[in-house]
Each structure stands twice: as C-alpha cells, then as structure tokens.
C-alpha cells in the first residue's frame, strides 16, 4: 500500500520557517521525481518545487525561488521542503506527489499524492 504523508503545517507570521516533511511508505523516494505542490482556495494546484536524480538542480517555482528549498533524505524515505521568509500569498494546502515512470513535468504524470497539510501566513 503506497502512502505519502505530509507533516509539519501550521501557522507563521510573516517572515518565519517552516519545515514540510513528506514520508513515503510502499515506494522508494529515490526511485522516483518528488514534487510538492500547493493550493490556495479557489486556485488551481501548481509546482512549487521537484527533485530528480537525472538533474544537477531541483527545480523551483519562480515564486518560491530563494525562500524554498527541497532535499531528500533516502535512508528515511522523506522528502522535505524547507520554507524560509514566510509570505501571506504562501498561504495553501501543500501536497508531496511522486513520479515514477515520467519526468514529473506536468501534475497528471504524479502517479500519488498526499492529503496535503496546510500552512497559513499571518500578514
């Protein structure tokens, strides 16, 4: 049974860190494009951030580009995301997704998805 959990959601103020943790059961993070996502209400999904073994760079969203950072840690089989210089428009449900067969370029090559945890920046 393939499970992704998302942990370490909450409340911030503006300005502050959090650490989003995704552990993987019944995959391996290794063998696979991990992506997090997020979804403000009333918005579409989109990319935040992806790692690949095939690439020097994870990739980043623009928007998140100097603030976010993603590692993977294969002897836990997590994936996290580092969020630092919190905004209000980072307010979303964040979900950690993985890709085994494509290049995790698109959100319907995701074959598996988190519940997502929801993070909230106070203005």
């Known amino acids: 049974q393939v499970q992704l959990a998302e942990s370490g959601g909450g409340l911030v103020q503006t300005g502050g860190s959090l650490r989003l943790a995704c552990a993987a059961s019944?995959?391996?993070?290794?063998?696979?494009?991990m992506g997090w996502f997020r979804q403000a209400p009333g918005k579409e999904r989109e990319v935040v951030a992806r790692?690949?073994?095939?690439?020097?760079?994870?990739y980043y969203a623009d928007s998140v580009k100097g603030r976010f950072t993603i590692s993977r840690d294969n002897a836990m089989n997590t994936v996290y995301l580092q969020m630092n210089s919190l905004k209000p428009e980072d307010t979303a449900v964040y979900y950690c997704?993985?890709?085994?067969?494509?290049?995790?370029?698109?959100?319907?090559?995701?074959?598996?998805w988190g519940q997502g945890t929801q993070v909230t920046v106070s203005s």
């Open positions: 019944g995959l391996t993070v290794s063998a696979h494009v």
């Open positions: 790692i690949d073994w095939r690439r020097s760079s994870p």
């Open positions: 997704a993985a890709d085994r067969s494509g290049y995790g370029l698109q959100l319907n090559e995701y074959e598996y």
